[in-house]
Structure formats: structure tokens, C-alpha cells
């Protein structure tokens, strides 16, 4: 047998012994997040189960038409009436941001390099595309049958972590699995409009906005933008409008990476880094404290903007050449 089998026996055994679960995923949830949180709710009721759906933070506006998303209660704390918590999606058991898991049983699912394997249970799968991927082969394995809403957010993880079928480990697995959803009642077509086309004016002057911050160095290579606090202000919009905006430098056949300094307080910077193929931002993000993968990663910095930017450029330089 497998490691990676034998990890999912153990959590088969560890689901179907327990009966009260707290599912949890990261601070400020995407799509995989959410997903892969939802179709493990439906699951484990499916089976009987009592479920709590639990984040540190609201769910972002694109996600709110989907099923069952009124269950997620936003918290940052929770007690020790489970038999277990599943975390997925979280690297470490503090990106989830909720306090009171360490008293509990938890079965760690992620794909995020260096999971710092917090759980009882781990279960880490680097070739995973999404997480979603790993809770569909969960959900496979427990025998629950595949319903509309189970496969509609295990579509959404995998649409989202891919950024829409773009990157990221796609597999023919991956494709197999979105072909069982659709089958089961996912809607591809609605599920990208809802995601993707259901902005708000707010989002797309934030977008010229940050575009027309867009500066380029590494011989066009890398593009930097910055989104301060008033420029979102004079946007009218939200920090949940700039959700993505990081991407579209990358639509430059040229450039090869990107990095997006988005305004905390006037002393500090969240850096949000994007790459192609070899690429590696992962390495920039852990020389500042932060982390991801290799092409989507961040890390936060203090310290007056111009000198943060040059500092990033440096070690964003590094990775460039060593492409
Ligand atoms: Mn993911």
C-alpha cells in the first residue's frame, strides 16, 4: 500500500469513527478554500455527520450565490465540543487564523509545499491542482454520491486554484474530475460567470488604476505594480476588488513575473508574487518571511515603499536569472 493510500484509510476510519466535525480552511478564503470546505459539508452530512463550517474571514462576494454558503460562520475561535477538525488548504495551522484547534483531533488535506504537517492525521499531496482534487478523491472514497451541490464546489476549488484551466499541476486526473462534476450537475458555463463576470465598477477602476501603476525592470521581465490606500478610496472600492488583479501583468508574453504591493498602513506592505514555468517566487517570498508555491506566493515587508520595492527587485532578480 501507498503512503498516500494508506493516509486516506486512516482518514476513512478517523471520518466514519467521529461524528461531530469542524471544517476549517484559511484567512481570507479563495476558491479552493471554499470549496473544497463545502463539498466536505455536504459529504459528511450525506453520511450523518454534525458539521461546522468554520473561517476567520467573510467570503468574498463572487461565492456568496452558491450553495450552502450561508453555513460558514465567520469566527476566530472555536470550542472543544468535535471529534475532529479538518483543515484544508492551509500550510499551517496558523493560516487559518481560528484559535482552539490545537485541542483538537485534526486531519490536515493540503497541497501547498513545506505543509508543516500540523495534523493527527496528514495528508499532504503536492500534485494535487487544487485541494478541492484531494477532497473529491476523500468524498470518492467514503462512497457518498456525487450531487450537484458536491460537485459545483469542487468545480469551483479546481476552476479557481487553476485560475480558470491556466496553470498550476493539471493533470488529466484533474480534467477526469471536473468531467465527473459536470456529469453530476455542475455548470461550467454559470459557475465561470458567476466567479468571473460579476465584478463591480469599483473592482474595474481599481484595475486601470493599478495598471497605470504598473512599472517594469529585469529588462521587462518583472512588473511591479503598487494599490495604495487611496487609490482604492478614490476607486470606491474594497481590498476584496483587488482579489486577482495580480494577473493580469502576466498576460504580457514578456513578463515573466510580477509582484503586487498593496498598501497595509503607511509602514507596511502585503506582496502578492506571480510567475511563469520556472520561474521560482516561492524562493522571494521565503527570503522575507512569507511563502506559497513556486509560481504564486507572498510575504508582508515594513519599511518606506521605495526601499521595500528595491529590496524585492533584488531577490526577484536572482530568481529571474536562475530561470
Ligand atoms: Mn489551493
Redesign the pocket.
Do not use: F, I, S, Y
Given at each position: 500500500m501507498t503512503t498516500a493510500n494508506k493516509t486516506l484509510t486512516e482518514i476513512l476510519d478517523a471520518v466514519r469513527e467521529r461524528h461531530r466535525f469542524v471544517l476549517i480552511s484559511h484567512m481570507r478564503p479563495d476558491g479552493?478554500a471554499i470549496g473544497s470546505q463545502m463539498a466536505m459539508a455536504y459529504a459528511l452530512r450525506a453520511l450523518g455527520k454534525t458539521v461546522r463550517i468554520v473561517d476567520r474571514d467573510p467570503v468574498p462576494s463572487q461565492f456568496l450565490a452558491f450553495p450552502g454558503i450561508d453555513d460558514i460562520e465567520v469566527t476566530s475561535e472555536v470550542g472543544e465540543d468535535f471529534d475532529a477538525a479538518i483543515v484544508m488548504?492551509c500550510g499551517d495551522l496558523s493560516r487559518t487564523g481560528v484559535k482552539g484547534l490545537e485541542k483538537l483531533f485534526v486531519i490536515n488535506i493540503d497541497?501547498h509545499p513545506g505543509n508543516t504537517m500540523f495534523g493527527r492525521i496528514n495528508w499532504f499531496d503536492e500534485s494535487a491542482a487544487?485541494?478541492g482534487e484531494m477532497v473529491f478523491d476523500l468524498i470518492d472514497a467514503l462512497g457518498v454520491q456525487l450531487t450537484p451541490e458536491i460537485a459545483t464546489h469542487i468545480y469551483i476549488a479546481i476552476m479557481t486554484?487553476t485560475g480558470g484551466f491556466h496553470f498550476g499541476h493539471m493533470t488529466p486526473a484533474t480534467f477526469d474530475i471536473c468531467r465527473r462534476c459536470a456529469e453530476a450537475g455542475a455548470r461550467p458555463e454559470a459557475i465561470a460567470r458567476a466567479v468571473y463576470d460579476s465584478s463591480t465598477l469599483g473592482r474595474l477602476r481599481l484595475m486601470g488604476a493599478v495598471l497605470h501603476s504598473l512599472d517594469l525592470e529585469a529588462g521587462g521581465r518583472l512588473a511591479l505594480s503598487h494599490l495604495s490606500l487611496k487609490m482604492l478610496a478614490d476607486c470606491g472600492a474594497t481590498s476584496d476588488d483587488s482579489d486577482g488583479l495580480i494577473n493580469l501583468p502576466l498576460t504580457v508574453k514578456d513578463i515573466d513575473a510580477v509582484a503586487f504591493f498593496r498598501e497595509v498602513t503607511s509602514e507596511s506592505h502585503r506582496i502578492s508574487m506571480r510567475s511563469k514555468g520556472s520561474v521560482d517566487v516561492n524562493r522571494v517570498a521565503k527570503a522575507f518571511g512569507g511563502g506559497g508555491h513556486k509560481n504564486a506566493a507572498g510575504c508582508s515587508m515594513t519599511g518606506p515603499y521605495p526601499e521595500i520595492r528595491k529590496r524585492l527587485i533584488e531577490e526577484m532578480c536572482r530568481s529571474l536569472t536562475a530561470s
Open positions: 479552493d488548504e497541497h487544487a485541494c486554484d
